[in-house]
Nanobody
Framework: QLQLVESGGGLVQPGGSLRLSCAAS????????IGWFRQAPGKEREGVAC????????NYADSVKGRFTISGDNAKNTVYLQMNSLKPEDTAVYYC???????????????WGQGTQVTVSS
């Protein structure tokens, strides 16, 4: 069964950090680009970061540049999203997804995870 499973979400205070994980099963991530997306209540889904697993090249939304870092471990078939200096506006459900195309949030994505909740609040 082909699937992506996110983990690592939770409640954190403003200024805090979280690391999200996206583990793949049934396929190898090194042939895909992996994107992290988020969706807050009442808002459209937003692309946050993506990585080309083969080259390691990355791309970030302006809203998270300098605070979030995406990385991959092909040996573990897992992609991570390190989130630092978190703000209340980062509160959302975070999803990872895999695409056969390239690192960009406007391309079609083939597989999606179920999402993990991130809440930034004091």
């Amino acid at each position: 069964q082909l699937q992506l499973v996110e983990s690592g979400g939770g409640l954190v205070q403003p200024g805090g950090s979280l690391r999200l994980s996206c583990a793949a099963s049934g396929f190898t991530l090194d042939r895909y680009a992996i994107g992290w997306f988020r969706q807050a209540p009442g808002k459209e889904r937003e692309g946050v970061a993506c990585i080309n697993s083969s080259s390691g090249s990355t791309n970030y939304a302006d809203s998270v540049k300098g605070r979030f870092t995406i990385s991959g471990d092909n040996a573990k078939n897992t992609v991570y999203l390190q989130m630092n200096s978190l703000k209340p506006e980062d509160t959302a459900v975070y999803y990872c997804a895999a695409t056969r195309y390239y690192c960009a949030h406007y391309v079609p994505y083939d597989y999606w995870g179920q999402g993990t909740q991130v809440t930034v609040s004091s």
